[in-house]
């Protein structure tokens, strides 16, 4: 199939596969008789600055405006978006926090209570083989040296801010979707609307369908987390061109479980990293496991697969559950109960990968654009950062009564002026090459040598940048070119299926409502995904959203692809791996997804 039938955007028609997709946002609802009487006028309301996503980005941006706004003694009314039912509810990270950021924005965090309960106290780094574990030590100056940091639970961090700026009166929506940007007459960002509700699985209106609200606002700031349905919508508007002359995004998966351990296994403080086994050394990835001091034995431990691995029978979950059983990491589990599960795509791209942060009427901060420090495996302090910074540049040009402006939304490009200037420009100058450096024939063994020449020694000083080699959905390789991978039997101790897995993420949609994987052609997974690739979704998807089954009165073996949309964390791995990017992510309604509780 060429190429360019599969490029994102483009729509097609199904024939030969059942009717899998019928989201309005692919099937047009003006030319469908079942909504002809259907009133679809949109109630409005209007703010100074909206903030689409309530993670640490966007609730640090919300809070440092209304922080100089008190200070300044400012009117400034501003309204934050999150699409999970309550603040908090679908963050997920390792965490190992870095408290720069914070410091900036609460100096007095400590006394405010914010939960960092777990200072590091033991750094631990080790490659691994199949039997075996080598040490390598943690040097000061090591991008993995966390001294000074914590080890948290990132959803009651993210939950903290949100008080906090409930109490500077930033004005917090959770539960409410945005899927539709809205522009002026002049292209510039007018503002948001939040999803429509009420919508049968057909497609067709329910008795009691809302139209979402439309928000206008002079500054709309994006802060959706990692690959954002609306940061998508921005990166193809042609006017704007955000990714003209930065490289394609990489990203990884990262699936994360926490363990309640016997009590004489656990050593609070003690952050432990690998690298190796399971993957190859082709591979990029990793583990993390944290031992939390938050008044009972909880053990956080989580696997990273970098996206652009090339073998389609890779399963990313299933190399999570062997790595548990590595004789230097089985031992800890044994005994525990594993309480939670969940899992969340990120950013791995350096500064190469970030694409213009500000335009007409809105700008990006945080993961939307990607400011992960990958060396480091950390990026809340420097997605604070970057809304620390916004809050600044965009309370300042919307109280500068002298500024002129050409457009309609207002524009502010001394944002990305000023992060240039802040220490998170340096640090992310600094890590650069470091993760595409693991993607030359040596693997991770020439990663680690470069990460010690270049970056220990001369803190990424060097006068080259690499460049990354092509989006990682382009990676992904024929099935007939690559072995198949044998994986072990979960033994329901240590190692577990998807959908015990699943359960444990608290995930919960209306079923009847259009499915929010949507396809922009019903027949390519089977046509193509299916038979090249021989089906990578239902490998790649860590919720079990993806199954090829049979088809009904087809031939023998003539299979279909069934979407179970009700299991879908927010991930967004299969809108980046597809192969064909014939998958689309689109919100579903609001309050719906995971159902986290401090991941």
């Known amino acids: 199939m060429p190429e360019d039938r ?12 059942p009717k899998i ?16 009487d259907t009133e679809m006028e949109r109630f409005s309301d209007e703010a100074d600055v909206i903030v689409v996503g309530g993670g640490p980005a966007g609730l640090s941006c919300a809070i440092k405006i209304k922080q100089l706004a008190k200070e300044k003694g400012k009117d400034i009314r501003v309204c934050l978006f999150e699409k999970a039912q309550e603040i908090g509810m679908h963050t997920l990270s390792g965490a190992c926090l870095e408290p720069r950021a914070l410091k900036e924005l609460f100096p007095d965090w400590k006394e405010r209570g914010a939960p960092l309960h777990t200072p590091v106290k033991h750094d631990r780094f080790a490659i691994l083989t199949k039997n075996w574990r080598i040490p390598i030590p943690i040097l000061k100056g090591f991008p993995m040296h966390n001294d000074g940091n914590y080890v948290v639970r990132l ?3 993210v939950k903290w801010l949100g008080e906090q700026a409930e109490e ?4 917090i929506y959770p539960g409410f979707a945005c899927t539709d940007i809205l522009y002026h007459d002049d292209g510039s960002v007018k503002g948001i609307a939040t999803n429509d509700v009420g919508i049968h699985k057909d497609g067709s209106p329910k008795d009691n369908f809302e139209r979402g609200m439309e928000f206008h606002a002079k500054v709309t700031i994006f802060s959706e987390g990692c690959h954002g349905a609306l940061a998508k919508q921005l990166y193809l508007n042609q006017d704007f061109n955000l990714r003209e002359n930065c490289d394609p995004q990489a990203y990884g998966i990262g699936i994360k479980e926490v363990w309640s351990v016997d009590k004489s296994k656990w050593k609070p403080g003690t952050v432990d990293h690998t690298i190796g086994w399971p993957l190859d050394r082709n591979t990029y990835g990793g583990s993390f496991l944290y031992h939390l001091d938050e008044g009972e034995p909880l053990v956080a431990v989580g696997f990273v697969t970098a996206l652009d691995y090339s073998n389609p029978y890779l399963n990313p979950f299933r190399e999570f559950q062997r790595f548990k059983h590595h004789p230097s990491v089985r031992g800890v589990f044994e005994g525990g109960t594993r309480i939670a599960y969940g899992a969340r795509a990120l950013n791995e791209g350096g500064l190469q990968n970030i694409p213009k942060l500000a335009f007409p009427g809105g700008c990006l ?3 939307s654009p990607g400011f992960m420090n990958g060396p480091k495996i950390k990026g809340t302090h420097t997605a604070m950062k970057s809304g620390i910074v916004a809050g600044e540049a965009v309370f300042n040009a919307l109280t500068d009564d002298e500024r002129t402006n050409e457009t309609q939304g207002l524009y502010v490009p001394e944002y990305e002026e000023m992060l240039k200037k802040s220490w998170l420009w340096k640090e992310l100058k600094s890590v650069r090459n470091v993760r595409l450096s693991f993607d030359t024939f040596l693997g991770w063994y020439g990663g680690l040598l470069y990460t010690g020449l270049f970056y220990v020694l001369g803190r990424g000083k060097e006068p080259w940048t690499f460049k990354t080699k092509g989006p990682d959905y382009k990676h992904l390789l024929p099935a007939s070119e690559c072995k198949q991978i044998e994986y072990p039997k979960p033994d329901n101790k240590i190692s577990f299926d998807l959908l015990s897995s699943i359960a444990l993420s608290g995930t919960n949609h209306e079923h009847d409502q259009p499915a929010h994987l949507t396809l922009k052609n019903d027949d390519i997974p089977v046509m193509r995904n299916l038979a090249v690739f021989d089906g990578p979704e239902q490998r790649f998807c860590p919720a079990g959203v993806y199954e090829y089954v049979p088809l009904e009165g087809g031939q023998d073996g003539e299979m279909r692809l069934q979407i179970n949309a ?11 791996k597809d192969p064909s990017q014939n998958i689309n992510w689109v919100c579903p309604e609001g309050g719906g997804g995971p159902a986290y509780n401090g991941m």
């Open 168 to 171: 500077l009166e930033v004005e």
């Open 6 to 17: 599969t490029a994102i955007g483009v729509q097609y028609s199904s024939s030969t596969q």
């Open 155 to 157: 959803g009651n961090v």
């Open 566 to 576: 009700q299991n879908c964390v927010h991930c967004k791995t299969c809108d980046i």
């Open 21 to 36: 997709t019928t989201h309005y946002s692919v099937i047009p609802r003006e030319n469908d008789d079942r909504w002809k």
């Open 365 to 367: 901060i945080g993961c």
